[in-house]
């Protein structure tokens, strides 16, 4: 049995299946057992995180960035250039529905991204779509008057807009606007989940869905706002968190400056790489000129550019590393031995601390460039017999034959 409603804003007919009464017979077929060379590979658009035909989940707290990310993101994919370190496959057009902002704030942060990485209007003129939900919401899905049923008012005059203009990837920011069900029931977010996987077989295009988190410790996809029908329904989960303290520290950030920052992971891989290998960007302020008589400063708005944690190797020449080495082989006197890590009052003993007073680095930075030693066997932990305490200690020994450059 089927149900028609009427879409009272785009005019649509649209009619929804309530059960199974008029599909095909279910039938099961053999496996084509295809040639893998015959196969068509996936149609990536944005790196590995959007793709033709599936829907893309980032999830983030408020406040680091995500609706600005979300906007480079579209104008990335209309341009066929990369703002955000993410290779761009193809050129499409895009569109962002920002379904709680006004248009003019969505103006501003455009404004601002364009203005951030140089873009001229010509790169993305007639290419990139906005829509407002101040302007006229969009509801993928809500229940019927019936309050059982699930309907889908919006799902056929979104698809035929998405033709007409020839989309490639829709930003759906945030998710939670673009359905009136249940946030915290798992069947209520697979059917609101499945209306925009609906869109993205129809029309072949990538949608990105942009969701809040709960309240709490940012640890992984789980911390996702309500059920998790969403984020196990997306074939892409992003996680966008903001810089920790520790975080801080290892990348030699300052604390005042820590909020600029915020990392980006895949949160369905098994494992997000440390501080210094993850995915990092800045929040930068972008002064729009546009003061007034009554607003003389005008605006400041945000716009995100990719950052490199500094690495302290490139700082370091061989020769330099050669006479830190000299010295941490030497000890500091008397007998005594550096030590790998650093204990209380024994941080003199600490074979970071040569390179600390030598090429005057962090703490933090030399802490990461003994660990590395450590790890790839330029150094190797030890004990000897301290001659003023007559007891064992623990030391580090360097492996000459593994030091960088020619060993005389």
């Given amino acids: 049995m089927s149900a028609h409603i009427d879409d009272p804003v785009w ?35 944005y790196g590995t995180q959007l793709l033709r035909g599936f829907v893309t989940v980032l999830v983030a707290p408020g406040g680091t960035g995500k609706s600005i990310y979300a906007m480079t993101v579209a104008v990335s994919c209309t341009m066929g250039q990369t703002l955000l370190g993410e290779h761009v496959f193809a050129r499409v057009n895009a569109a962002v529905l920002n379904l709680e902002d006004p248009l003019d704030e969505l103006d501003r ?14 790169d993305v003129m007639g ?22 049923t699930i309907v889908y008012p919006d799902e056929a ?55 809040h988190v709960r309240k709490g410790a940012v640890a992984d996809i789980d ?13 892409v ?17 300052p ?19 440390r501080a210094s290998k993850a995915t990092w960007l800045r929040l930068e302020q972008v002064q729009l000129h546009n003061g007034t008589q009554d607003y003389p400063s005008g605006d400041t708005v945000a716009a995100l550019a990719t950052w490199d ?46 390179l600390v007073k030598m090429f005057d680095l962090t703490e933090q930075q030399a802490d990461r460039i003994v660990g590395t030693w450590l790890q790839t066997g330029l150094l190797v932990r030890d004990t000897y017999r301290d001659p003023t305490q007559r007891k064992d200690r623990s030391c580090v020994r360097v492996i000459d034959a593994k030091r960088p450059g020619p060993v005389e």
């Fill in 255 to 273: 604390k005042e400056d820590r909020w600029q920052y915020v990392r980006l992971d895949n949160a369905k891989a098994n494992m997000a790489p």
């Fill in 127 to 148: 290419r990139l779509f906005m829509h407002s939900g101040e302007d006229r919401p969009v509801t993928m899905a809500s229940k019927s008057e019936d309050g059982f």
């Fill in 109 to 122: 942060r455009l404004a601002a991204i364009m203005i951030c990485h140089h873009i001229d209007e010509t």
């Fill in 157 to 211: 005059a979104l698809i035929e807009q998405i033709r007409k203009h020839d989309i490639g990837v829709i930003v759906v920011d945030p998710f939670a606007e673009s359905h009136t069900l249940e946030e915290n029931s798992n069947p209520d977010m697979v059917k609101a989940a499945a209306a925009w996987r609906r869109v993205a077989r129809a029309t072949n295009c990538a949608i990105f869905l942009i969701h």
């Fill in 309 to 354: 944690p500094p690495k302290v190797w490139e700082e370091l020449t061989v020769e330099q590393c050669n006479q830190a080495l000299d010295q941490i082989s030497d000890g500091p006197g008397a007998g005594v031995r550096y030590a790998p890590t650093r204990r209380g009052r024994d941080n003199d003993r600490w074979a970071g601390s040569v």
């Fill in 11 to 45: 005019g649509n007919r649209l009619s929804v299946v309530a059960d199974a009464e008029h599909l095909p017979p279910l039938v099961l077929n053999p496996a084509r057992i295809p040639d893998p060379k015959t196969i068509p590979p996936r149609q990536w658009l």
């Fill in 223 to 235: 911390s996702a706002r309500g059920a998790k029908g969403l984020t196990d329904s997306a074939r």
């Fill in 237 to 253: 989960g992003l996680l966008m968190s903001p810089m920790t303290e520790d975080e801080a520290k290892e990348l030699c950030v």
